[in-house]
């Protein structure tokens, strides 16, 4: 389990394939204490620490987990948002985040607004109905609250603020037009889905 508090931007620094896609992540974390086998989220995808040395810890990312995130996230020199796994009485700064990816969502607008900056989101159609104003999501691996919620013909879009500290110490500091990102949904969300849909075949 994660929080959605960012604590380290890392640095791609190596891909290789030979077999599942090995990442090298360069990072500030100290590595003497990553255990061979933890968890740590990479823009909001849970993977394992495979192995490490002072400066960087490597993952293995299977094609399933490829296909399904962030087009372009796993290529030499991106930047990730990363979280270590959370301890039994660590404070929840954010919310609760499994590092299960729900979805890809894209960028449509970013506008300034004083030192802040406004960032309007599309949904895919199938995450539409887990918006809600004031809820919680995770965008590459960052928790943030909706601020508004809007249903086009074309699909949901939502709307976030994003705070001078939040774009100081994560990568949505120069996120982009266009640019696909990491969607999770609230848990909670994804539960009561879970029991409505159980109700209906009641």
């Not at 990553?34 to 299977?62: E, R």
């Amino acid at each position: 389990m994660f929080t959605g508090i960012v604590t380290d931007i890392g640095t791609i620094e190596s891909v290789a394939t030979p077999g599942d896609t090995r990442i090298v992540v360069r990072t500030a974390y100290d590595t003497a204490t990553v255990d061979l086998g933890a968890s740590i989220a990479c823009s909001g995808v849970c993977l394992t620490v495979v192995d490490k040395a002072p400066g960087w810890f490597a993952v293995d990312v299977s094609g399933e987990t490829i296909r399904r995130t962030a087009r372009d996230q796993w290529t030499q020199g991106h930047r990730l948002n990363l979280e270590r796994a959370m301890k039994l009485g660590d404070e929840l700064g954010g919310h609760i985040v499994t590092g299960h990816v729900d979805g890809v969502a894209e960028i449509l607008d970013i506008t300034h607004e004083g030192d802040s900056v406004r960032i309007t989101v599309a949904l895919p159609p199938e995450l539409g109905a887990f918006a809600a104003p004031k809820g919680s999501i995770t965008i590459d691996g960052v928790s943030l609250t909706v601020n508004a919620v809007s249903d086009t013909p074309e699909g949901t879009n939502f709307t976030i603020n994003i705070i001078p500290h939040t774009q100081a110490m994560t990568t949505l500091g120069a996120i982009a037009v266009g640019q696909s990102v990491n969607i999770e949904i609230d848990v909670l969300a994804r539960y009561l889905q879970r029991m409505e849909a159980y109700r209906a075949k009641a």
